[in-house]
T-cell receptor, first 116, second 123 residues
Framework: AQSVTQPDIHITVSEGASLELRCNYS??????LFWYVQSPGQGLQLLLK??????LVQGIKGFEAEFKRSQSSFNLRKPSVHWSDAAEYFC??????????????FGSGTRLSIRP | GAVVSQHPSWVICKSGTSVKIECRSL??????MFWYRQFPKQSLMLMAT?????????EQGVEKDKFLINHASLTLSTLTVTSAHPEDSSFYIC???????????????????FGAGSRLTVL
């Protein structure tokens, strides 16, 4: 079964600094990978997704992520964070998409705080 | 874009009562909806997969008699927490996947659209 690990529970970065949130997955075949953001008390918003093709994926709000098969990783990056980026970030994986039986499994999340 | 509405956004109830949470896809048809549960400062745990017109598929460890799921139409799924107890207090989030035909099952910007969540507090 697929699984997702986000090793960092909480990260604090200064506003304007670069950001990298780590995500490692476990799955035998090519996974389908996602990053979601959740503001306090809110639902989830999709930042970006990787299905196939170019391993560097661009998302909304200036985020990008790189799929590295050799490292089983899909780290999220942003060159310069803004105070509004403070939120909880979830990495997620799905094993199969072309089926009504497919489902998305979430990592434990990384809480991002921004230092003024 | 696709929008999923959850109602109520916050509900407080007495122990022993039942609470119904609705999940609606507003501008698309959803063959499949998912229900997640999220404890404070924790991740989303998939509870069940709801398929229109059929019984829900529950994840291991989720009591199907406790958490009743109904997906009677292509735009509505409901989660009923029966005989709620304080330990059922949590944030419940639904997501919906747009129905699609053909081989390209996933297209467009969003794979799943999430509702804003419903916070249940059982006193």
């Amino acid at each position: 079964a697929q699984s997702v690990t986000q090793p960092d529970i909480h990260i604090t970065v200064s506003e304007g600094a670069s950001l990298e949130l780590r995500c490692n997955y476990s799955y035998g075949a090519t996974p389908y990978l996602f990053w979601y953001v959740q503001s306090p008390g809110q639902g989830l918003q999709l930042l970006l997704k990787y299905f196939s093709g170019d391993t560097l994926v661009q998302g909304i709000k200036g985020f990008e992520a790189e799929f590295k098969r050799s490292q089983s990783s899909f780290n999220l990056r942003k060159p310069s964070v803004h105070w509004s980026d403070a939120a909880e970030y979830f990495c997620a994986v799905a094993s199969v998409l072309w089926s009504s039986a497919s489902k998305i499994i979430f990592g434990s999340g990384t809480r991002l705080s921004i230092r003024p | 874009g696709a929008v999923v509405s959850q109602h109520p956004s916050w509900v407080i109830c007495k122990s022993g009562t039942s609470v119904k949470i609705e999940c609606r896809s507003l501008d698309f048809q959803a063959t499949t909806m998912f229900w997640y549960r999220q404890f404070p400062k924790q991740s989303l745990m998939l509870m069940a997969t709801s398929n229109e017109g059929s019984k829900a598929t529950y994840e291991q460890g989720v009591e199907k008699d406790k958490f009743l799921i109904n997906h009677a139409s292509l735009t509505l799924s409901t989660l009923t927490v029966t005989s709620a107890h304080p330990e059922d207090s949590s944030f419940y989030i639904c997501s919906a996947r747009e129905s699609a035909s053909g081989s390209l099952y996933y297209s467009g910007a969003n794979v799943l659209t999430f509702g804003a969540g419903s916070r249940l507090t059982v006193l």
